[in-house]
C-alpha cells in the first residue's frame, strides 16, 4: 500500500491503463475485462485487476492534471512495479481536419507546465511515446478502421485558457489537440524506463465547438480502449 493506492503487492499489473476520471475506469473494466477486482477506493480513486484475453491489466483513475497523474504514476511504477502505462482519456482537437470521435495518438507532448525546470535546468525536455506502443496503436486503429491522427499534442496547464494566442500557434505548428496529463506521463516514463502513450478520443473541437453528447461517448471511447488494449499486448 501507498499513500494513494490501498492495492496490496501483486495486486496491481504490469500494464496499466489510465483514465483521467475513476468511474470511466469502473466503466472499462467491467466492460472490457474478466474477472474485474476492484483494488483501490482510496479518495475515491478506483482502480481495477482483472484479464484481458488472458493477460492481466490494471484500469486506473489519475484525476485531472499532471499533478494528480504524476501522483498516481509515481506510485504505480515505483511502488507496484507497472511497466507498460497507456492513458486513455479525451481531448479536444485543434486542427481543423480532425473530427469529433476520432482517435488521437501523441506521438510527442508539447506543455508549459514547470513541472520539469527543477529536472531539467530550463531545457525544453520534449517528452514522446514509447515507439513500439505508438506503431502497435496506429496498426490497431488501421485495423478496425478508426479515424486515427498521430503527432504533437499539447498537454495544458488548465481547462480554461486566458490566452487564446497560444491556440493560434498551436494550430500553426500541426498540433493535434489539447489534453492535460500526457506529457507527466511521458516524462515519468522516461525518467522510470517504463513504456507509455496516450490514446484519445476527440470529445470537442477547440474551433468549431463540436462536442460529443454524453450518451454518444461510451460507444466512442470503447474504440479507444480497445486499441489502447491491443497495442499493449502486440
Known sequence: MTVHIGAKPGEIAETVLLPGDPYRAKWAAETFLED???????????????????NRVTIHGTGMGMPSLSIYVNE????YGAKTLIRIGSCGAIQ????????????????????????FHGANFAPCADWALLKAAVTAAEKRDTPVHVGNIFSSDVFYS?????????????????????????????????????????????????????????????????????????
Open 36 to 54: 474485474a477486482v476492484c483494488v483501490n477506493k482510496v479518495r475515491g480513486m478506483l482502480g481495477f485487476t482483472g484479464t484481458w484475453k488472458g
Open 76 to 79: 504505480l511504477i515505483q511502488e
Open 96 to 119: 481543423e481536419n480532425i473530427n469529433v470521435r476520432d482517435v488521437v495518438i501523441a506521438m510527442a507532448t508539447t506543455s508549459t507546465t514547470s513541472m520539469n525546470n527543477s529536472v
Open 162 to 234: 486566458e490566452h487564446p494566442d497560444l491556440d493560434t500557434q498551436l494550430e500553426r505548428h500541426n498540433v493535434l489537440a489539447v489534453e492535460m496529463e500526457a506529457a507527466e506521463l511521458y516524462t515519468l516514463a522516461a525518467r522510470h524506463n517504463a513504456r507509455a502513450l496516450a490514446v484519445l478520443t476527440v470529445s470537442d473541437h477547440l474551433k468549431t465547438h463540436e462536442a460529443l453528447p454524453s450518451d454518444q461517448r461510451e460507444r466512442s471511447f470503447g474504440d479507444m480502449v480497445e486499441i489502447a488494449l491491443e497495442a499493449a499486448f502486440n
